[in-house]
Nanobody, 119 residues
């Protein structure tokens, strides 16, 4: 129904910046909200930032003031601008999309993109 592909990860020094992209395809008109999650080895997946269809945004406390989530609805692309990166930001970052119609809520995930921040 919905397919997600992330890109933009890589290796960066502490204090540097990266911009992640997530391209959505399929039945994108059904997407109600999208977000970025991250997962370090051996750790639980955690929410980094999310945005609703009305443009509302939410951020984890650890990234407030450093990361910015945005959506290009015309091209079905979501971005995560990451500034002032820290070694603790190192993780695999995943794109998420949520669809809701009737009583059914579904979550879709991308394959992930690796972000590594060196100290």
């Amino acid at each position: 129904q919905v397919q997600l592909v992330e890109s933009g990860g890589g290796l960066v020094q502490a204090g540097g910046s990266l911009r992640l992209s997530c391209v959505a395809s399929g039945r994108t008109v059904d997407i109600k909200s999208m977000g970025w999650y991250r997962q370090a080895p051996g750790q639980q997946r955690e929410l980094v930032a999310s945005t609703g269809s009305g443009g509302t945004t939410n951020y984890a406390d650890s990234v407030k003031g450093r990361f910015t989530i945005s959506r290009d609805n015309a091209n079905d692309i979501m971005y995560l601008q990451m500034n002032s990166l820290r070694p603790e930001d190192t993780a695999v970052y995943y794109c998420n999309a949520r669809t809701i119609w009737g009583p059914i809520r579904k979550d879709y995930w991308g394959q992930g993109t690796q972000v590594t921040v060196s100290s």
